[in-house]
């Protein structure tokens, strides 16, 4: 029993990240959700208040999922590490978005939704984006001090927000006004420029 019903959230919520995906949140209904995941309605709502509850365990689990291959808990790095590290963890977290078309669709909705005036989403990605630039801030923290980056006349958090930034325009992009190759070598061009001026050990 518990594992049949492991298999129906399961199947609920990949039915809910395929709709997500292709059509957004107020495009996927509750009966696309069930439909597709071959449940009742009942069973969603077993598992879930409401479609706002699935469509943030999807996302959540989409972030967590990503955040565990390129930022795995406890790295430190030296300083010398530091720049290797961002470069090959930015690349390979570009190779996900562009061979999976489905996750890069889910984060372009709900930054659509947000920018749209949706409450509930804007909160939601706030919250999201902050949770991941504190994990990365911990990781940066590890290599470079507070001050290190004081000869670029920024701060840590500021460097983060421009590592997002930045790595979110590549990715909403890829495919459409360039490749993955070029993806690779803006990423590996902003943060040469910007480790590689703090110098290693």
Known sequence: MAEENRDSRKAIL???REGFATRGFYGTSMEYITK????SKGAVYWYFPGKWEVYKTVIS?????LKQIV???GVELSRGE???FFLTRGEQLIDIFADDTVCRLLFVYLQLEAMRGKDDMAEFLTSLR????EDVISVIQTAYPEGAFSVL????????NVFMS???????NIGLTITRQEAGRSWRLLITSVLGGLGGD
């Open 14 to 16: 990949e039915a809910a």
């Open 36 to 39: 597709n995941a071959g449940v």
């Open 61 to 65: 689990d989409e972030a967590e999922r």
């Open 71 to 73: 930022l795995p808990p």
């Open 82 to 84: 530091a720049l290797d």
């Open 130 to 133: 902050a949770s991941i630039t």
């Open 153 to 160: 006349g920024i701060t840590q958090r500021e460097f983060v």
């Open 166 to 172: 930045v790595l979110g325009g590549i990715v909403l």
